[in-house]
């Protein structure tokens, strides 16, 4: 996407976006990276620490077996390349919530180089610990008037993923979907809670700018754990903007680190960017390479089940449903196996018209959800798969029309039930071409002449009242072009 920079004709030059994410992913396993304490969240503050991860002197270090299986899981998902041998580093800087005074991370050998995901390539995939928490008392915790900070343990030493794309991303939005499907892909793999409010999936963006057309990369910035898709999507935003002010300007970007506020939206410098020199790497003296055998890709392999993406094309493939229903439903895995179940319901699916297939996923991918709570799981309810073909196959058939289709997953919501015995329960079935429906027809015509005389002289949009009168008497029973067509004809159009 290239964005046009500012009003001003004269120099206007167009800029392309170049984002590249930096995702930081809490790994889930029952303890942390290089200790045995127990991952914890939302437990009393330094309740779970020992000497490795309080860093007392002599404390040594083992790797978590499962933090690795896992990050081979996320790496074979991605399609990298596994390094058969990977070292962990030291990586030195100070802060009061990094109690050794480095993290251990990886450098140059990580566990993944390269692959993909939905367009974007991945640079690397490496395993590190996380920090502990800094809690930031405000005005509740003064010392001679200034600020202060108290630490947490509890999340010290925990077991992270780093994800690093290349800059393959071109705009804020497209930031925010790619995001969102790392999100459930990861979900899909269940190697993390990935829940954004929690801290267990994180985000960096780094933003720069090039004229459009030009391919060489612009200097970056690094906007620093944006920690909702909202704010991703309106800090990456922010930050494209207030680059091209400074590059109208005539001036340069400057390489730092940046906090976007987004209750305010502004933008602030939080350092200047340091290099990797800075850091200090040095290979992590108290931890063996990480030596990948075949067995341990292939038990990573074996966990990982069916990845959305590819999901997402089964379901357009095997069933003829569009791009937007099957991704709604791959996306959302039990969405999907729910669908598939109402499919099988139905015995060979082969034998089953496309047509009602996408009725079908379009009563549970839309219709569903937001009538029985929209993150309820549809299988946890009292409506069945079942019931939801039943459903489909009347819509299909024009028994029902989707008001009182509407209605009936409403019935099925609160209290389950055959569908066929709602319909004449509630008297929701369709009124078709019986001649009921063409009586209510001449009523509705004879009670708005006017609307009927603008129709008769082709204005299309006059049709609106009559239809809008039909309903009413029929309580939404009414087929919607049936209806139409019995207009048409009356008036003799
Ligand atoms: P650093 O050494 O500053 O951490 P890296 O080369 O490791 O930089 O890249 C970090 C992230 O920034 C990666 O996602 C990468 O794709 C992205 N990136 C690198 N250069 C640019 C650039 N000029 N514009 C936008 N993103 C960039
Ligand atoms: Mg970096
Ligand atoms: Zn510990």
Redesign the pocket.
């Known amino acids: 996407m290239a964005v046009s920079a500012g009003a001003d004709a004269a120099s206007a030059v167009s800029y392309e976006p ?5 995702i930081h992913v809490q790994l889930a396993t029952r303890t942390k990276m290089f200790c045995g304490c127990e991952m914890s969240f939302g437990d009393p503050p330094n309740t779970h620490t020992c000497p490795v991860c309080l860093a007392l002197p002599g404390a040594l270090p083992v790797v978590n077996e499962l933090a690795v299986h896992l990050a081979l899981m996320i790496g074979l998902a991605l399609g990298c390349e596994l390094a058969p041998r990977s070292i962990f580093h030291r990586k030195h800087y100070f802060y009061p919530d990094l109690p050794k005074g480095y993290q251990i991370s990886q450098y140059d050998e990580p566990l993944c180089r390269g692959g993909s995901l939905g367009g974007v390539r991945l ?1 690397r995939v490496h395993m590190e610990e996380d920090a502990a928490k800094l809690i930031h008392m405000g005005a509740s915790g003064r010392i001679h008037g200034s600020e202060i900070s108290v630490v947490d343990f509890n999340r010290g030493g925990s077991p992270l993923v780093e994800i ?5 991303v071109h705009s804020a939005e497209q930031a925010g979907e790619w995001l969102r499907l790392l999100r459930v892909t990861l979900r899909q793999l269940g190697v993390s809670d990935v829940n954004m409010d929690e801290g267990s999936l994180r985000c960096d963006a ?3 700018l090039r004229p459009a057309g030009t391919t060489a ?4 910035t ?1 906007l620093k754990n944006l920690n909702s898709f909202r704010f991703i999507e309106a800090g990456i935003r922010a930050e494209i903007a207030r680059q091209e002010g400074v590059l109208d300007a005539g001036a340069t970007v400057s ?1 730092e680190t940046l906090h976007f506020d987004p209750s305010s939206g502004q933008i602030t410098s939080l350092r200047s ?1 340091e ?2 020199h800075d850091y200090r790497y040095f290979p992590e003296p108290d931890l063996p390479p990480v030596a990948i055998t075949e067995q341990m890709i292939a038990r990573a392999r074996a966990a990982m089940g069916e990845l959305p993406l590819d999901r997402e094309q089964r379901l357009q493939q095997a069933f003829g449903l569009t791009a937007e229903r099957a991704r709604a439903l791959a996306f959302r895995r039990e969405l999907g196996d729910y669908f598939e179940q109402a499919v099988a319901a139905g015995g060979d699916h082969g034998a089953t018209p496309t047509e009602l297939l996408q009725t079908l996923a379009n009563l549970i991918a839309v219709e569903l959800p937001p009538r029985i709570g929209s993150d309820t799981d549809p299988f946890d309810c009292s409506v069945t798969p079942a019931a939801m073909l039943a459903l489909a196959r009347m819509l299909a058939t024009k028994q029902i029309n989707m008001g009182g289709a509407r209605t009936v997953i409403e019935r099925l919501a609160e209290h389950g039930g055959e569908v066929e015995a709602i319909v004449a329960q509630e008297d929701l079935g369709a009124l078709g071409d019986g001649d009921e429906l063409a009586t209510v027809v001449a009523a509705a015509l004879a009670a708005h002449p006017d609307a009927a005389e603008r129709l008769r002289t082709g204005n299309q949009k006059a049709i609106g009242p009559i239809v809008g009168f039909v309903m009413r008497e029929t309580k939404g029973r009414a087929d919607g072009s049936e209806v139409t067509r019995l207009v048409h004809q009356q008036l003799g159009l």
């Open positions: 170049v984002i590249g994410l930096e640079h690093v794309t290349e800059p393959d780094n933003v720069s990369l612009g200097v970056k690094e390489q960017k290099e990797a």
